[in-house]
């Protein structure tokens, strides 16, 4: 800093330091013009800064279209250091110098910002330099690869262009593989055909907006998927990557590119697309559940019905983490089977986060894994088996409801007390209940005769000097079911009836309970009873009482008809036996059933013989015309009356 005179001026300072430490420097402004070119870019170039400040960039890069790769990279970093407004590095710029050679340069680009922060132009600093003279050698070398690459070309799936900047881009090369589209070179090249000409007409206008709006905007590449037509006017969908070179004043000139026939690859992803529509459409409309959840466990896809199911929302299900918010132990290790690589089953009752529903659900948990065996999480499936428990639990009690009956009927020697206590028992099994009892209904006299209550609650119920006999006009609640002549339930006691009476002293506390009445010709005459189940009473517990009760009535009638058969017995045989009159049983063809002790005397025969013979052949003054007319008789009339002498 010391060897600095007072005429040295901050631009000379910065011309030193830029060329101690590059080994050239470029300016342009805003519009691309050179505004300033120090020394060693002269010695670099052979080009004075007077040629070149005031001229534009592209005057100065390769004119050769052999060169479109460096330069295009080029190009590129600098729009991108001019949109970022950052400085960039740049591998290989390829400028001409005085001699006709072309200098390959490495260094940086540097955005200049105004004082408002805008993009005001971009210094160019050079840190390498390698030079290539463009000589016959270098031309035969570059023919070369021309025609190694055509091979390449012709040899690959791989169409190249070269287009001019017009109307639907009149084609100047084009590679030999255009064959797999039906076309020749000579198509494009002698004028007859324009490559407008074979992009699909549906996408023509889309494919001309696309390239108008990359040349307004300045781009330099264009990539577009769109769909042409071959010679016998297949469809086929391509792929065009394209450069787009500018002139002098940055109007484009030409476009070089290449197409690539995408159709097997659409035609996947269409297959694609379908598949995943049909699979979605399974998704959303499954009777089941589904959800997935990723390699974390956290839910991040559902349908309709698992939230139905499940009794949530969207919001309370995505983001749910299967592995640190599940309480139900099985259910986790159903889950935690997936990260094992394994699927996971869960059979139970699901309780509801946000409600009191409690569902019967079975689940099933897969893994995910993808084609490179990376587990990416699981798939959960739900069913609601709420209707199949129903159903096995009907079947259950139906079965056992039978087992009851099939015992009532064997208890041939109980008393009637005790079939009907079995009966009250069962019944509050059968209900899941707790309490239960059983009355006898008289609807001609009005009451209501209690016949059989709970053990149970008979210790709850310390009520001292319990009535069996009650009015129906005069009981509360649990008369119901005979006012109303059907079932009657009542889940929450506590809420407010106007039948309700309130409780005896010392009565057991009801939460629930269930009355069904017993008819028999029209008419009620029994009612069935039960309380305090867990759950609510609903039509299954209905439909179990009411069968069992009517089965349990139908015993206790036949109990009783066979008692007052055995009454009616044992009087006709004591009529039978005591009367002096001589008593013969016969059937319809005449044989002789049974006889009392007159008619052994009358006949003079055993009870033993006379049973062994027919009424005809007992000696009578009735004809053996007769005795058949008899018995016709008794078949039409059920009885016949005639007198006869015993000789």
């Known amino acids: 800093m010391g060897e600095m005179t007072k005429g040295t001026t901050m631009e000379n300072l910065l011309e030193r330091i830029l060329d101690t430490i590059c080994k050239g420097t470029w300016v342009v402004d805003k519009d691309e013009v050179f505004i300033y070119f120090d020394k060693g870019m002269e010695e670099i170039t052979g080009i004075e800064s007077k040629e070149v400040v005031g001229k534009k960039l592209e005057q100065y890069m390769s004119a050769s279209r052999h060169s479109v790769g460096d330069e295009a990279h080029f190009r590129e970093m600098f729009l991108r250091a001019r949109d970022s407004l950052k400085p960039i590095p740049y591998k290989t710029m390829p400028i001409i110098t005085k001699g006709g050679n072309l200098s390959f340069q490495t260094g940086r680009l540097i955005p200049l910002l105004n004082s408002k922060g805008n993009y005001d132009g971009m210094i160019c600093t050079v840190e390498s330099v390698s030079e290539q003279k463009i000589s016959q050698k270098t031309l035969r070398d570059r023919l070369r690869s021309e025609r190694k690459l055509e091979e390449i070309y012709k040899n690959s799936p791989v169409v190249a262009f070269l287009w001019t900047a017009e109307k639907d881009w009149p084609v100047e090369f084009v590679s030999g593989n255009i064959s797999q589209f039906g076309y020749t070179p000579e198509d494009f090249t002698s004028g007859k055909l324009i490559y407008g000409d074979i992009i699909c007409p549906e996408d023509l206008d889309m494919v001309r907006n696309e390239v108008n709006e990359h040349e307004i905007e300045g781009k330099i590449f264009f990539s577009k998927e769109y769909r042409i037509l071959t010679k016998s006017k297949e469809v086929r969908w391509v792929l065009e990557r394209s450069f787009i070179g500018r002139d002098e004043v940055g109007e484009p000139s030409y476009y070089q590119g290449i197409i690539i026939d995408i159709t097997e690859r659409k035609m996947a992803e269409e297959a694609m697309r379908e598949s995943e529509k049909k699979y979605r459409l399974i998704f959303e409309n499954?009777?089941?559940?589904?959800?997935?959840?990723?390699?974390?466990?956290?839910?991040?896809?559902?349908?309709?019905?698992?939230?139905?199911?499940?009794?949530?929302?969207?919001?309370?299900?995505?983001?749910?983490?299967?592995?640190?918010?599940?309480?139900?132990?099985?259910?986790?290790?159903?889950?935690?089977?997936?990260?094992?690589?394994?699927?996971?089953?869960?059979?139970?009752?699901?309780?509801?986060?946000?409600?009191?529903?409690?569902?019967?659900?079975?689940?099933?948990?897969s893994p995910y894994i993808s084609e490179d065996d990376e587990l990416l999480g699981g798939v959960g499936i739900v069913e609601d088996i709420s209707d199949r428990m129903k159903a096995e639990e009907a079947l259950h009690l139906d079965e056992s409801r039978l087992e009851t009956l099939v015992k009532l009927n064997q208890m041939t020697e109980a008393s009637l007390e005790e079939i009907i206590d079995f009966a009250r028992a069962e019944g509050v099994r059968l209900?899941?209940?707790?309490?239960?009892?059983?009355?006898?209904?008289?609807?001609?006299?009005?009451?209501?005769?209690?016949?059989?209550?709970?053990?149970?609650?008979?210790?709850?119920?310390?009520?001292?000097?319990?009535?069996?006999?009650?009015?129906?006009?005069?009981?509360?609640?649990?008369?119901?079911?005979?006012?109303?002549?059907?079932?009657?339930?009542?889940?929450?006691?506590?809420?407010?009836?106007?039948?309700?009476?309130?409780?005896?002293?010392?009565?057991?506390?009801?939460?629930?309970?269930?009355?069904?009445?017993?008819?028999?010709?029209?008419?009620?005459?029994?009612?069935?009873?039960?309380?305090?189940?867990?759950?609510?009473?609903?039509?299954?517990?209905?439909?179990?009482?009411?069968?069992?009760?009517?089965?349990?009535?139908?015993?206790?009638?036949?109990?009783?008809?066979?008692?007052?058969?055995?009454?009616s017995e044992d009087k006709f045989r004591t009529i039978f036996a005591s009367t002096n009159d001589a008593i013969f049983m016969h059937d319809l063809k005449g044989n002789l059933m049974e006889v009392n002790k007159a008619a052994c005397e009358t006949t003079g025969y055993s009870r033993d013989e006379l049973l062994h013979m027919k009424t005809k052949e007992i000696n009578t003054s009735l004809s053996m015309e007769e005795i058949p007319q008899r018995i016709k008789e008794v078949k039409e009339k059920g009885h016949a009356i005639f007198e006869a002498t015993y000789r």
């Open 431 to 567: 209900t899941e209940s707790k309490i239960g009892y059983l009355a006898f209904v008289d609807e001609d006299v009005g009451t209501i005769q209690l016949k059989s209550w709970s053990d149970t609650p008979m210790n709850r119920c310390k009520i001292k000097d319990k009535k069996v006999e009650y009015k129906i006009e005069d009981v509360g609640l649990w008369g119901e079911s005979i006012r109303q002549r059907r079932p009657f339930i009542n889940n929450d006691y506590n809420k407010p009836h106007p039948r309700k009476s309130g409780y005896p002293k010392d009565h057991v506390e009801l939460i629930r309970h269930m009355d069904v009445p017993i008819f028999e010709q029209g008419k009620i005459v029994a009612l069935a009873g039960v309380g305090n189940k867990k759950e609510k009473y609903d039509s299954s517990d209905v439909r179990q009482l009411t069968l069992l009760m009517q089965g349990m009535w139908r015993i206790v009638q036949r109990r009783k008809a066979e008692k007052e058969l055995e009454k």
């Open 286 to 365: 499954s009777p089941l559940g589904i959800f997935h959840f990723d390699e974390n466990g956290v839910i991040t896809h559902c349908n309709e019905n698992i939230m139905n199911i499940l009794d949530v929302t969207r919001e309370q299900i995505i983001g749910f983490n299967m592995l640190k918010d599940l309480k139900d132990k099985k259910m986790y290790e159903a889950v935690k089977a997936v990260f094992k690589r394994r699927s996971g089953h869960y059979e139970g009752k699901y309780h509801s986060t946000t409600s009191e529903k409690v569902t019967p659900i079975k689940a099933d948990y």
